[in-house]
């Protein structure tokens, strides 16, 4: 039997990471409801300050977004690292009382759950989401004071044979396609987590996912594969974004961090 533990990245077309979920999602609250279990969380407003002062520090807005030097990429990776630590701990705080230990473990995260949408979903899809849009709102922060607009969150490409280059996909556009019953031309398209760029979300300088599987992994968390029947079947996720993108990706994994 094949466990459901990891929330892929290969979003579903017609369904979005976070979508339906209401909560209080800051640091503070969840740090509220039980302080003695969240002393990483602490400071999370401040933690950026640091990172942007060593990445950023006598440089124009001009010259940062111009090259993603190795201080830089250092300073994003730190952070997004961190986005991905809190955005577990966070989601975890929040189910204390759903699982046995602290975390679920594989037996837990295939059981069956209702989102806050009244899908059924696995625990493993639930806590994946959750983590995501943490993870999200946590990296959105910190680019912003780290690169501001230099980052991508969650954009959507789509690879034009005809014109040999890429195109971005607008939220509108790909909106409208959902609305429409049109989703089936999504199919092909890639929406990575975080994009670094110049200013020009079409010129990609670096590209990060997220991964966050439901039990705590002893090895490193591999890319997640297209399913077959898709365009990209018998791949994975870090080939395609490499290949329609340009740059390596890496991943961001809570215990792990970056991997390449």
């Known amino acids: 039997?094949?466990?459901?533990?990891?929330?892929?990245?290969?979003?579903?077309?017609?369904?979005?990471?976070?979508?339906?979920?209401?909560?209080?999602?800051?640091?503070?609250?969840?740090?509220?409801?039980?302080?003695?279990?969240c002393p990483a969380l602490a400071g999370k407003e401040a933690a950026f300050e640091p990172i942007r002062q060593a990445g950023t520090a006598g440089l124009s807005v001009a010259v940062v977004l111009a090259a993603l030097n190795d201080e830089a990429r250092s300073s994003i990776e730190q952070a997004l690292t961190y986005c991905g630590e809190i955005a577990r701990s966070e989601v975890l705080l929040r189910?204390?009382?759903?699982?046995?230990?602290?975390?679920?473990?594989?037996?837990?995260?295939?059981?069956?759950?209702?989102?806050?949408?009244?899908?059924?979903?696995?625990?493993?899809?639930?806590?994946g989401t959750e983590m995501h849009e943490v993870a999200r709102q946590c990296a959105e922060e910190a680019l912003n004071k780290l690169r501001p607009g230099g980052f991508s969150l969650e954009?959507?490409?789509?690879?034009?044979?005809?014109?040999?280059?890429?195109?971005?996909?607008?939220?509108?556009?790909?909106?409208?396609?959902?609305?429409?019953?049109?989703q089936g031309e999504l199919r092909g398209t890639v929406k990575p987590d975080v994009v670094i760029h110049s200013g020009d979300p079409l010129d990609v300088q670096a590209i990060y996912d997220f991964k966050f599987p439901c039990v705590n992994p002893n090895d490193v968390p591999d890319w997640d594969s297209y399913p077959e029947g898709h365009p990209y079947s018998g791949l994975h996720q870090g080939d395609i974004y490499q290949q329609l993108l340009g740059p390596k990706p890496a991943r961001i994994t809570p215990r792990w961090g970056v991997i390449r």
């Open 1 to 37: 039997m094949v466990l459901v533990l990891q929330a892929a990245c290969i979003t579903p077309v017609g369904v979005q990471r976070g979508d339906g979920y209401s909560y209080d999602n800051s640091v503070s609250a969840a740090c509220r409801q039980n302080p003695a279990n």
């Open 95 to 127: 189910y204390q009382t759903a699982f046995k230990g602290p975390t679920p473990d594989a037996n837990e995260c295939n059981q069956w759950t209702v989102d806050a949408q009244g899908r059924r979903v696995t625990w493993a899809m639930r806590l």
């Open 155 to 182: 954009q959507r490409y789509r690879y034009d044979s005809r014109a040999g280059r890429r195109k971005l996909v607008s939220t509108t556009e790909e909106q409208a396609l959902k609305d429409s019953g049109n």
